[in-house]
């Protein structure tokens, strides 16, 4: 055992024994973490973190009467944190100030060791919905969120890469990046953020340098813009939500951009559901723009693919044997965005496209309402003008077509990273992903006139 092992322990044994009401270790915790990777923690520090979680539970039973437990059936002391994740216990409770980000936090770290290791858990997805806007708070709010979460991601990211470039890296920092290749990766996540910081960041880029040569902010400007701005809430959840696997410096790029995908597909979701609502209500010029947005904000997500090739092959074939078991078809953002413009083919509701994420399936075979069925529907009621069907037709081909090219791109990113090699989700891997390239968002419009 480590010196540094041995401080750990007595950090957590002390956590403990405040009943939780000290911050939680984090630091030494993600520390060791990322000197080993995830899948290297060894079974007494495990068994510690574990008693951690099991003492946040019982004093959240304390104070609220009763234990509740998640749908992993792991312990959730999720409680209205504030901006700090801090919350105040009750009286049946340390009565201090307890942690409320130290649960799912836990949960999270602890997947392996509970054997439910998976895409949410590797990409820690419940740490990042924590104080996220409810999926009916409309569309530039969710945007803004999405704005938000995409730029904290990747300015971290940059933050992480620079270390190296002044030759100061941190863990995990096997197989580290020429300094070609990580100039390179900055100017892609720059790409990225731009439309976003346009948005969502107030004079921190040039809207014309932007439109005429995209990729040219200064990333550690950016970055720095970006990360001055953050709450003690956002730094909490940049520090803790890159949980690797192994020691692999590229593995934090991998995690980043997973992650800037989901937030990126969770606004496409609860938009489109905005949009089958407002074509409902006869408000088809709104539909369309609502569709529109979407297209929009998928199209500039395109450059995380080709920030994510800059991820060296040989350090991805090396990591991913230890996230055999995860993988994006278990990503219930993708899936309900899909299910969100027409109802998938049966067939597909079978295969494991939907079986990898059940949730899903069963809210679309309970009769998820869809923007094609809704635009089928308000086309035979007779109110729909053939201008206001046309617009809502052309904002969904829009959306079909950065969508092609999202798969298109994708398809050959897995080619180049794992060749012939079988998928992390029990796929047969590339020969999956080219099956997949011909189905359609919305086989029905992309066919029909727009008013029948
Ligand atoms: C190194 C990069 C990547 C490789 C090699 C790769 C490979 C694969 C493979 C082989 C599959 C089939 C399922 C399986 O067996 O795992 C898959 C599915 C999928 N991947 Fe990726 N992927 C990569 C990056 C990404 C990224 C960045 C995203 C964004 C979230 C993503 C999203 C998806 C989705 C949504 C599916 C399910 C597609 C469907 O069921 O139609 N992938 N990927």
Not at 19 to 29: K, L, N, S, T
Not at 50 to 71: H, I, M, P, S, Y
Not at 104 to 117: H, T
Not at 247 to 269: G, N, P
Request: aromatic residues 6%; glycine residues 8%; hydrophobic residues 45%.
């Amino acid at each position: 055992m480590t010196a540094t092992d041995t401080a750990l322990r007595h950090e957590l044994s002390d956590w403990c024994g405040s009943g939780g009401a000290e911050e939680f270790p984090y630091d030494g915790v993600i520390d060791r973490l990322r000197a080993v990777g995830k899948h290297f923690l060894d079974e007494e520090l495990l068994s510690l973190l574990a008693e951690c979680r099991t003492l946040l539970l019982e004093a959240d039973a304390g104070d609220t009467g009763d234990v509740r437990a998640d749908a992993d059936g792991a312990g959730d002391v999720r409680a209205d944190a504030g901006d700090t994740g801090r919350v105040r216990a009750g009286t049946g409770g340390a009565g201090g100030v307890r942690d409320a980000h130290a649960g799912p936090f836990l949960d999270v770290l602890l997947d392996k060791f509970d054997d439910r290791y998976d895409y949410p858990s590797y990409t820690a997805l419940a740490l990042l919905r924590r104080g996220a806007p409810g999926d009916r708070a409309g569309w530039e709010v969710l945007r803004r969120h999405r704005d938000r979460t995409v730029l904290l991601l990747l300015a971290d990211l940059i933050g992480f890469e620079r270390l190296v470039l002044d030759g100061t890296p941190c863990d995990p920092r096997g197989m580290l990046p020429d300094a070609l290749l990580l100039n390179k990766r900055l100017r892609l996540a720059v790409r990225v953020m731009e439309p976003a910081a346009l948005r969502a960041l107030d004079g921190a880029v040039d809207p014309v340098a932007v439109a005429a040569t995209p990729g040219r902010t200064p990333a550690g400007e950016l970055a720095d813009a970006v990360l001055r701005t953050t709450t003690a809430g956002e730094r909490l959840l940049l520090r803790t939500s890159v949980q690797p696997v192994y020691v692999l410096h590229d593995e934090y790029l991998f995690l980043r951009v997973l992650q800037s995908f989901e937030a990126t597909f969770a606004f496409m979701s609860a938009t489109l559901d905005e949009a089958v609502r407002t074509l409902r209500a006869e408000q088809p010029g709104d539909a369309a723009a609502l569709i529109a947005a979407v297209a929009d904000v998928l199209r500039e997500s395109l450059p995380l693919f080709s920030l994510l090739a800059t991820m060296q092959p040989e350090s991805f074939r090396l990591f991913r044997q230890f996230t055999e078991g995860a993988s994006a078809i278990q990503s219930e953002g993708y899936k309900t965005f899909e299910s969100y413009c027409s109802t998938p083919a049966r067939a597909r509701l079978d295969s494991s496209a939907f079986l990898s994420v059940p949730d899903v399936r069963g809210e679309v075979l309970a009769g998820r309402e869809t923007v094609q069925g809704t635009w089928e529907d308000v086309i035979s009621s007779g109110w729909l003008t053939e201008p206001d069907a046309a617009a809502v037709r052309a904002a969904a081909l829009q959306l079909e077509a950065v969508h092609q090219r999202w798969k298109q791109t994708h398809y050959r990113l897995a080619v180049r990273m794992i060749g012939t090699r079988t998928g992390t989700g029990a796929t047969e891997g590339v020969p999956y992903l080219a099956s997949v390239i011909s189905q359609r968002l919305f086989p029905a419009m992309e066919k029909q006139p727009a008013v029948g």
